[in-house]
């Protein structure tokens, strides 16, 4: 699913960027990427346990601080999900078969 890439990209970028941010740019980060990912009306939610979507909403309700490692069990859950389920299904796609195999493209997640 593509909002479980979008938001592990995002994420990622989150952390990678998160000492070199200034607070209101990390804070605004933050709230796109609950209100967008994590949050139950969010446009792309992805499928996490409730209880790693409680913890990030405890985050965003001012419950604990925000850290770089606020999404680390988020990402993990959502790469886990792209390897195990979205990856094998894309790989079965006329898409991948056609675009893909025919150029002999290597894409191993497990790099």
């Not at 209101?24 to 009306?41: A, C, G, P, S, T």
């Not at 909403?57 to 419950?63: Q, R, T």
């Not at 606020?70 to 999900?81: A, G, P, Q």
Request: glycine fraction near 2%.
């Amino acid at each position: 699913m593509l909002q479980n890439y979008y938001f592990w990209r995002e994420a990622t970028l989150w952390k990678k960027t998160f000492r070199s941010e200034k607070e209101h740019e990390r804070l605004f980060r933050f709230r796109f990427l609950v209100q967008n990912f994590i949050d139950q009306d969010a446009i792309m939610r992805i499928n996490i346990p409730y209880e790693m979507q409680r913890d990030v909403m405890g985050v965003l309700n001012g419950e604990k601080p925000i850290s770089e490692n606020v999404f680390d069990k988020c990402v993990s859950e959502v790469y886990l999900l792209m390897l195990t389920h979205s990856w094998p299904r894309f790989m079965r796609t006329d898409l991948y078969r056609k675009n893909f195999l025919a150029q002999d493209i290597d894409l191993d997640l497990e790099q």
